[in-house]
């Protein structure tokens, strides 16, 4: 099936842009925006059980791959450059492993080809424990969410998944079970012997630690020709809490 996506610009070089966990294309737009001035023409997916696209009880890193494969083959894109975030960049790590054919350049957001622990179960228990048929507003449902989710900046990027059902009622765009019966194939390391030879850029958040000294000593190995940099005030969500620094980053990278 095809993913849902949002198209910017015209430009002769295609950017496909893959989500994080929990998130969706709209994340993607501000950027989308600033690299359509740049004559890019930018391809904002949704991957299948988030945001507007299909639900599947299948999710796994190659499934998202051929995902990728089948959105390209579907617009007739020959070649194309990929960014993914968190999830989103094993899913493009993982194409390029499987599809490098159709790849000119790759950009990793705060992520690697490793295991991660994470707190998804607790998050996801939290969406699952409120009360929807009674929550009449996103305000209430926020207010809901409070104790179990402090930050107020992460409940309202969980709650973009939110959606309106009926005029009384909200519900939420990801099937939250399907994600908690697949958590250990968003968390797992992908294929020890994964490869590409082509150009990537990692991009780290100066706050955050997906990416450190250690647990990166082994890129490359993988993607031998990758550099890494790294955004000032900036944590996992690289590209919304340092949008300036990133974009230069990442036209710098796509333009040598």
């Known amino acids: 099936m095809l993913l849902k996506s949002k198209i910017f610009g015209q430009g002769n070089h295609v950017l496909i842009v893959l989500h994080g966990f929990l998130g969706m294309s709209d994340n993607w737009k501000s950027f989308a925006k600033k690299m359509n001035e740049k004559l ?3 391809h904002l997916l949704d991957q299948r059980n988030h945001g507007e696209s299909f639900h599947s009880n299948y999710f796994d890193y190659k499934t998202l791959a051929d995902d990728l494969k089948f959105y390209i083959n579907f617009h007739k894109i020959k070649i194309c450059s990929v960014l993914g975030h968190s999830m989103g960049g094993k899913t493009a790590m993982m194409f390029s492993n499987v599809y490098p054919q159709f790849l000119k350049k790759l950009i990793i957001v705060d992520i690697l080809p490793i295991f991660y622990k994470n707190d998804y179960l607790k998050i996801l228990n939290s969406l699952k424990s409120l009360n929807l048929k009674k929550l009449k507003s996103r305000k209430d449902i926020d207010k809901a969410l409070e104790s179990k989710i402090k930050d107020q900046s992460f409940r309202s990027f969980l709650l973009k998944n939110l959606q309106r059902v009926s005029n009384q009622e909200f ?3 990801i099937d939250l079970e399907i994600i ?3 958590l250990d194939e968003v968390e797992k390391e992908l294929p020890s012997n994964l490869f590409f030879n082509g150009d990537v850029l990692f991009i780290k958040g ?12 082994n890129i490359s190995k993988q993607f031998p020709k990758h550099k890494l940099v790294e955004i000032p005030n900036a944590g996992h969500w690289v590209h919304a809490e340092n949008l300036n620094d990133f974009f230069k980053e990442t036209v710098l990278f796509l333009e040598s």
């Open 40 to 42: 890019f023409q930018v």
């Open 171 to 173: 519900g939420f765009k």
């Open 180 to 182: 908690c019966n697949n």
């Open 206 to 217: 100066e706050k955050s630690n997906y990416i450190n000294d250690i647990n990166s000593r």
